[in-house]
């Protein structure tokens, strides 16, 4: 298996336009998690998906973000509009219930640069 | 929300030694998580704890988990500089599978 698969690797936008990172989740697995990462704060886990059903979206910073999961193989993380706060490595991650033990696949995350 | 402590943030060894990351949750933990990450790349998983007193190891790391204390702790033997990144943990709680973050541990292997 290709491992779980992010795009872009890195996007640099200017304040104001409209991002949007995708992801790839391992076949087979039924959970999805989108994370962002800043030396700050840490990885921050934004919002997760359950057969493709959003479960929890605490973690989603305001009502700029959205993240859309249309089918089994793909998910969306969009900002509208962009902030240089946003700057930030977000990363996807998938795991299949039951298999915890085998550990949450990572991605290799999107570097965003808002300017 | 479960809050994972990590300490030391930062930590400088000379190849060769030995060291030990621990990890704190604020809550019951019911699977701890140890990952490591090279800058700019994703994270790579480790092992997985889920029994009180259990204990793993993967080449010369090994973690153990302290159910009573909630705690966790990775060592690593005759460090190599391969060794340096960021080790992350991470837990859920319950039987969900919302799995949440400590801040990191920076680890530097001088040659």
């Known amino acids: 298996d290709a491992g779980v698969i992010q795009s872009p690797r890195h996007e640099v936008t200017e304040m104001g336009q409209e991002v949007t990172l995708r992801c790839k989740p391992i076949s087979g697995h039924d959970y999805l998690f989108w994370y962002r990462q800043t030396m700050m704060r840490g990885l921050e886990l934004l919002i997760y998906?359950?057969?493709?059903?959003?479960?929890?979206d605490s973690g989603m910073p305001e009502d700029r973000f959205s993240a859309k999961m249309p089918n089994a193989s793909f998910s969306t993380l969009k900002i509208q509009p962009s902030e240089p706060r946003d700057s930030a490595v977000y990363f996807c991650?998938?795991?299949?219930?039951?298999?915890?033990?085998?550990?949450?696949?990572f991605g290799s995350g999107t570097r965003l640069t808002v300017v | 929300s479960q809050e994972l402590e990590q300490s030391p943030q930062s930590l400088i060894v000379q190849e060769g030694k030995n060291l030990t990351i621990n990890c704190t949750s604020s809550k019951t933990l019911y699977g701890l998580y140890w990952y490591k990450q090279k800058y700019g790349e994703g994270l790579i998983f480790l092992m997985m704890?889920?029994?009180?007193?259990e204990e793993k190891s993967h080449e010369k790391i090994t973690a153990k988990l302290d159910e009573k204390k909630q705690q966790s702790s990775l060592h690593i033997t005759a460090s190599q500089p391969s060794h340096a990144g960021i080790y992350l943990c991470?837990?859920?709680?319950?039987?969900?599978?919302?799995?949440?973050f400590g801040k990191g541990t920076l680890l530097t292997v001088n040659p």
């Open positions: 998906f359950n057969n493709n059903v959003p479960i929890d």
């Open positions: 991650a998938s795991v299949i219930t039951g298999r915890p033990n085998y550990g949450y696949t």
């Open positions: 704890l889920q029994k009180g007193g």
């Open positions: 991470g837990a859920h709680s319950g039987s969900n599978y919302k799995l949440t």
